[in-house]
């Protein structure tokens, strides 16, 4: 599996930006697909993912601002980023995740200008 994030960018705190994901090659049917984020000097952390059945979870430091979509004829997913903070800046990886198989995109980068 083949993962292409983009979408990231500069932005001003309170903007929006929306992050995408294709996936490619040998997509199951069940899957979780996610994103993370890792800060300058900090872990990688979990942003939000969404199941194959379209089911969704969020991070506490990003619910009710993020929403994560997906496309499933495109194999395409989504993170909608809105309220937007300086604490939001970090590289942004998809993640793709099928029984033990797991996948991970190049990252892009996203920085909130205060």
């Known amino acids: 599996v083949q993962l292409q994030a983009s979408g990231g960018g500069l932005v001003q705190a309170g903007g929006s930006l929306r992050l995408s994901c294709a996936a490619s090659?040998?997509?199951?049917?069940?899957?979780?697909m996610g994103w993370y984020r890792q800060a300058p000097g900090k872990q990688r952390e979990l942003v939000a993912i969404?199941?194959?059945?379209?089911?969704?979870s969020y991070s506490d430091s990003v619910k009710g601002r993020f929403t994560v979509s997906r496309d499933s004829a495109t194999n395409l997913v989504y993170l909608q980023m809105n309220s937007l903070n300086p604490e939001d800046t970090a590289v942004y990886y998809c993640?793709?995740?099928?029984?033990?198989?797991?996948?991970w995109g190049q990252g892009t980068e996203v920085t909130v200008s205060s």
């Open positions: 969404i199941t194959s059945g379209g089911s969704t």
């Open positions: 090659g040998s997509i199951f049917s069940g899957y979780v």
């Open positions: 993640n793709y995740r099928s029984g033990p198989r797991i996948y």
